[in-house]
T-cell receptor, first 115, second 111 residues
Framework: KAGVTQTPRYLIKTRGQQVTLSCSPISGHRSVSWYQQTPGQGLQFLFEYFSETQRNKGNFPGRFSGRQFSNSRSEMNVSTLELGDSALYLC??????????????FGPGTRLTVL | AQSVTQLDSHVSVSEGTPVLLRCNYSSSYSPSLFWYVQHPNKGLQLLLKYTSAATLVKGINGFEAEFKKSETSFHLTKPSAHMSDAAEYFCVVSPGNKLVFGAGTILRVKS
């Protein structure tokens, strides 16, 4: 099975712009989660989608949004970019993500640099 | 709220010697705990997970972890370090529909 794929792998944007990142989960997986990784804050949960519905959301401003399509592919969008949004954005997929018995598989990430 | 604390930000070992990466958790009930590894410029890979089936959990690449409720610990061990083990390791707890990560421990393996 192909793993979780994320596109693009690298992005450079300037402050005030917006960006869209894409994630394709493992075939058959219906849950997609997004995480932000920075040197200062570490790995932080952004949101989780299951069957096109956002089930859980982390403590991020409304500039961060996401969606999931009927084929389970997911996108996240960051509007009005700030320097502090520079980070590695990781996507993870799982079958249903019940937490206890399911496993999240991570993609390689998208490295976003905001200038 | 559930959380994890990784007690060492950096650990350095010689190749062939044991590895010990320490993690304490905070949870009001029996948690789901994981160890993930991240090699430079790579995504996260699951090493092992604890879901209350057995207190000693065996993972990939010779790693294992023991859940100790009395000590609220979930330390990661490996009998003999290999150069390829050099990476950052994350202890993780799952309080529902998300993962909560520790700050990470960078493992250095000296030849």
């Amino acid at each position: 099975k192909a793993g979780v794929t994320q596109t693009p792998r690298y992005l450079i944007k300037t402050r005030g712009q917006q960006v869209t990142l894409s994630c394709s989960p493992i075939s058959g997986h219906r849950s997609v989660s997004w995480y932000q990784q920075t040197p200062g804050q570490g790995l932080q949960f952004l949101f989780e989608y299951f069957s096109e519905t956002q089930r859980n959301k982390g403590n991020f401003p409304g500039r961060f949004s996401g969606r999931q399509f009927s084929n389970s592919r997911s996108e996240m969008n960051v509007s009005t970019l700030e320097l502090g949004d520079s980070a590695l954005y990781l996507c993870a997929s799982s079958l249903e993500w019940t937490g206890a018995t399911d496993t999240q598989y991570f993609g390689p990430g998208t490295r976003l640099t905001v200038l | 709220a559930q959380s994890v604390t990784q007690l060492d930000s950096h650990v350095s070992v010689s190749e062939g010697t044991p590895v010990l990466l320490r993690c304490n958790y905070s949870s009001s009930y029996s948690p789901s705990l994981f160890w993930y590894v991240q090699h430079p410029n790579k995504g996260l890979q699951l090493l092992l997970k604890y879901t209350s089936a057995a207190t000693l959990v065996k993972g990939i690449n010779g790693f294992e972890a023991e859940f100790k409720k009395s000590e609220t610990s979930f330390h990661l061990t490996k009998p003999s370090a290999h150069m390829s083990d050099a990476a950052e390791y994350f202890c993780v707890v799952s309080p529902g529909n998300k993962l909560v990560f520790g700050a990470g421990t960078i493992l250095r393996v000296k030849s």
